[in-house]
């Protein structure tokens, strides 16, 4: 059975750290793009980190970039997203998400096919 199991959101003061985690099982994560999608209320999903597997290729949107880090262990069939210096637009639920190969980072999140349950993260003093 496929499945992607989400931990790690909670409430953060702004300017703090947090970590995501993503721990995969019935399959195997260095085949696949990944990728996490942030979803703030009442808009659609944001991709805020991507990485193809096979390649190493990483993307992120100017808006996390050199806050926001996506990183794999293979050997835990997990990935992770550290996010520092976090700001309340950054408020959301956190999905971490795979799908082939072949699929761009920018390709949108209705490409994506496995998903995580999504974790809530809130950004507030």
């Known amino acids: 059975q496929v499945q992607f199991v989400e931990s790690g959101g909670g409430l953060v003061q702004p300017g703090g750290p947090l970590r995501l985690s993503c721990a995969a099982s019935?399959?195997?994560?260095?085949?696949?793009?990944l990728a996490w999608f942030r979803q703030a209320p009442g808009k659609e999903h944001e991709v805020v980190s991507c990485?193809?597997?096979?390649?190493?290729?990483?993307y992120y949107p100017d808006s996390v970039k050199g806050r926001f880090t996506i990183s794999t262990d293979n050997a835990k069939n997990t990935v992770y997203l550290q996010m520092s210096s976090l700001k309340p637009e950054g408020t959301g639920v956190y999905f971490c998400?795979?799908?082939?190969?072949?699929?761009?980072?920018?390709?949108?999140?209705?490409?994506?096919?496995?998903w995580g349950q999504g974790t809530q993260v809130t950004v507030s003093s």
């Open positions: 998400a795979a799908s082939s190969p072949e699929v761009s980072c920018l390709a949108g999140w209705d490409m994506f096919y496995y």
């Open positions: 019935g399959f195997t994560l260095d085949y696949y793009v």
């Open positions: 990485i193809h597997s096979r390649h190493g290729t990483i």
